[in-house]
């Protein structure tokens, strides 16, 4: 079993800055693909960005050139820098991991999630 935590979250005005941190513990070795979700209420949670274990990423278009997602695989940590922050960044992010080095958007291939952090951008 792997557990995810995720922290980082917080209000932050439009043009801001945050990073997100997410902390595997458990059988860490058996993840490859480590992936960053948001999910705003009433709405269908979706893809951010994704690292696998050799560091390929993968960006949401709405989040290119101003989200940048790595990874500390001695931390077992991985990492969303998020510059130029907009209130349609709002919602909380969520941390998923999959233990096959490829990328998708199918929530339902990742094995791990964590509980969540909030993230408010305001005007």
């Known amino acids: 079993q792997v557990q995810l935590v995720e922290s980082g979250g917080g209000l932050v005005q439009a043009g801001g800055s945050l990073r997100l941190s997410c902390v595997a513990s458990?059988?860490?070795?058996?993840?490859?693909?480590i992936a960053w979700y948001r999910q705003v209420l009433g709405k269908k949670r979706e893809l951010v960005a994704a690292?696998?274990?050799?560091?390929?990423?993968h960006y949401a278009d709405s989040v290119q050139d101003r989200f940048t997602i790595s990874r500390d695989n001695g931390k077992n940590t991985v990492y969303l820098q998020m510059n130029s922050l907009e209130p349609e960044d709002t919602a909380v992010y969520y941390c998923?991991?999959?233990?096959?080095?490829?990328?998708?958007?199918?929530?339902?291939?990742?094995?791990?999630w964590g509980q969540g952090t909030q993230v408010t951008i305001s005007l």
């Open positions: 998923a991991a999959r233990p096959y080095s490829s990328v998708t958007r199918q929530e339902q291939l990742y094995d791990y």
């Open positions: 690292i696998t274990r050799g560091e390929s990423t």
């Open positions: 458990g059988d860490t070795f058996s993840i490859n693909t």
